[in-house]
């Protein structure tokens, strides 16, 4: 079992509570970042597609942080706005650059973790790429859409049995995206991916690479 690390991260008067994995490969490789479901309805960093996702990459040896929100597990304070969870993932990304000094970062996003993460495309320059699972875009509106928009590598992925990121409406949302942008349909799945998380998880590392 690869060893990670429980951290503490400050957001002002707020502590994130985090589990991070150090690469110790020589040849630096973007970090990859993993915002969980929405807190309302039990989304938490141990989610089935974030544990997935984190557990695919700490495997091929990349670095890899996974949080909770604010009022979530042990992370202090409570449920407030999206402005707020928004801060979070900004707090994250500071924590990355400044004190664990890593070069670039890669963020993944699930369902409302993905339309709160992938918002954060453009703080950094050194945010290359963001992959997006289920972005529940009829869900949040239309603001977390203009605040996705980069010029930066964005992929999309969607079951297409999902009704909660509304598949039918997945083709229209994807075509309002600049490029470059790509996407891949999980034939079977449903919002929540049962029994397809290594298919996911598959599916975003293998863009990952595409990108270094």
Not at 90 to 119: M, P, Q, T, W
């Amino acid at each position: 079992m690869l060893k990670t690390e429980l951290v503490f991260i400050k957001n002002n008067e707020i502590k994130l509570e985090a589990e991070y994995f150090q690469s110790n490969r020589k040849l630096k490789k973007a970090n990859i970042l993993i915002t969980h479901p929405h807190p309302e309805f039990g989304g938490n960093m141990y989610n089935n597609i974030v544990s997935g996702v984190f557990n695919k990459f700490i495997q091929e040896d990349i670095s890899s942080l996974r949080f909770n929100f604010r009022g979530v597990g042990n992370s202090s304070g409570n449920y407030t706005s999206d402005r707020a969870k928004l801060s979070d993932v900004k707090a994250c990304i500071d924590f990355l650059l400044n004190e664990r000094k890593v070069e670039n970062i890669f963020l993944c996003g699930y369902s409302y973790g993905a339309a709160i993460g992938c918002s954060t495309i453009n703080y950094s320059e050194k945010i290359i790429a963001y992959a997006a699972i289920s972005f529940p875009w009829d869900f949040m509106g239309s603001k977390y859409k203009k605040l996705s928009q980069s010029d930066k590598p964005k992929f999309f992925l969607q079951g297409n049995r999902d009704e909660i990121a509304n598949f039918e409406r997945f083709e229209i949302h994807f075509n309002d995206y600049q490029d470059p942008k790509y996407f891949q349909i999980i034939n079977g799945a449903d919002h929540f991916y049962r029994g397809y998380e290594s298919q996911v998880a598959d599916k975003v590392y293998e863009f990952y690479v595409s990108l270094t």
